[in-house]
């Protein structure tokens, strides 16, 4: 099946026999582990995360670096580029934050800025955003071949839950700050993004730089998922390699 939008099952929910915070919990410490068999090895990784406004990146992040060491690892939250930036290759911003071998890099936005919102709110021409996935895979593909692991997620929630976690949003005090008049002109284009995306994936979702899609209407399922995802792509890509990430001990895990 293809990775399109239009195909995504968006009514998935953690199965209820799962208890959400025990498996969090233990995914958590697998990551822990694959972080520790990176940076012995000297492998970094690179994790990229798109999806509709107030899908849950920042929540997926959150569980994602949640019990990391904070030495090893950065979130680079990407906004517009500055008038400096501008002056220079639209990727160049992000080779700038590219991870130190050993290290993690989360991007909370990615380069894929150029196809999608560049693209559709015309900051790009199409004959610059045209030649963008080229670039993009060949850029992807000089990281992956000198042995750094690369994986993309695009978090998918539905036109509705967008809607309710949008006022959620406007109504809390806390959380208010997350929501401006772009995101709610941004609904109005919700079909030139589900468009735009799906040229995205079908035009730069490779083996060595897969894009990973997640069902995000329930939080908790998307959040477990993208910890599963990680942990199963980063253990096959090192199992390439020769190394072995270290099984959990669920025993000691109870007892923190």
Same mark, same amino acid.
């Given at each position: 099946m293809?990775?399109?939008?239009?195909?995504?099952?968006?009514?998935?929910?953690?199965?209820?026999?799962?208890?959400?915070?025990?498996?969090?919990?233990?995914?958590?410490?697998?990551?822990?582990?694959?972080?520790?068999?990176? *940076?012995?090895?000297?492998?970094?990784?690179?994790?990229?995360?798109?999806g509709?406004?107030? =899908?849950?990146?920042?929540g997926? !992040?959150?569980?994602?670096?949640?019990? #990391?060491?904070?030495?090893g690892?950065? %979130?680079?939250? @990407?906004?517009a580029?500055?008038q400096?930036?501008?002056?220079?290759?639209?990727?160049?911003?992000?080779?700038?934050? #590219?991870? &130190?071998?050993?290290? @993690?890099?989360? *991007?909370?936005?990615?380069?894929?800025?150029? %196809?999608? /919102?560049?693209? @559709?709110?015309?900051? &790009?021409s199409?004959?610059?955003?045209?030649? &963008?996935?080229?670039e993009?895979?060949?850029?992807?593909?000089? #990281?992956?071949?000198?042995?750094? !692991? #690369?994986?993309? *997620?695009?978090?998918?929630?539905?036109?509705?839950?967008?809607?309710?976690? *949008?006022?959620?949003?406007?109504?809390?005090?806390?959380?208010?700050?997350?929501?401006?008049?772009?995101?709610?002109?941004?609904?109005?284009?919700?079909?030139?993004? /589900?468009? =735009? =995306?799906?040229?995205?994936?079908?035009?730069?979702?490779?083996?060595? &730089?897969?894009?990973?899609? !997640?069902?995000?209407?329930?939080?908790?399922y =998307?959040?477990?998922? %993208?910890?599963?995802?990680? !942990?199963?792509? %980063?253990?096959k890509?090192?199992?390439q390699?020769?190394?072995? /990430?270290?099984?959990?001990?669920?025993?000691? @895990?109870?007892?923190?």
């Amino acid at each position: 099946m293809e990775k399109h939008i239009e195909n995504m099952n968006l009514d998935k929910h953690l199965d209820g026999k799962i208890s959400y915070k025990k498996e969090l919990k233990k995914l958590q410490y697998e990551m822990l582990n694959i972080q520790q068999l990176l *940076f012995k090895h000297n492998i970094g990784l690179i994790i990229g995360f798109e999806g509709m406004d107030a =899908a849950g990146k920042g929540g997926a !992040i959150k569980r994602l670096i949640q019990r #990391l060491d904070p030495r090893g690892y950065v %979130v680079h939250p @990407i906004a517009a580029p500055t008038q400096d930036e501008l002056k220079y290759n639209h990727l160049y911003r992000f080779w700038k934050r #590219l991870p &130190a071998r050993g290290q @993690i890099s989360i *991007f909370d936005r990615t380069w894929y800025g150029r %196809v999608l /919102v560049e693209r @559709i709110e015309g900051f &790009a021409s199409e004959e610059e955003w045209g030649r &963008a996935y080229e670039e993009i895979n060949q850029f992807e593909k000089l #990281l992956t071949d000198d042995h750094f !692991i #690369l994986m993309k *997620f695009w978090i998918q929630i539905s036109n509705e839950e967008q809607l309710k976690r *949008f006022k959620e949003r406007q109504e809390n005090p806390y959380k208010k700050w997350k929501l401006t008049d772009e995101d709610w002109r941004n609904r109005e284009k919700w079909s030139y993004y /589900v468009e =735009a =995306a799906n040229d995205m994936f079908d035009k730069t979702d490779k083996k060595h &730089a897969p894009w990973i899609l !997640i069902e995000g209407n329930d939080k908790e399922y =998307a959040r477990i998922q %993208v910890l599963k995802e990680t !942990i199963k792509h %980063v253990k096959k890509e090192c199992e390439q390699l020769g190394l072995q /990430v270290t099984n959990i001990d669920e025993t000691s @895990i109870q007892k923190v």
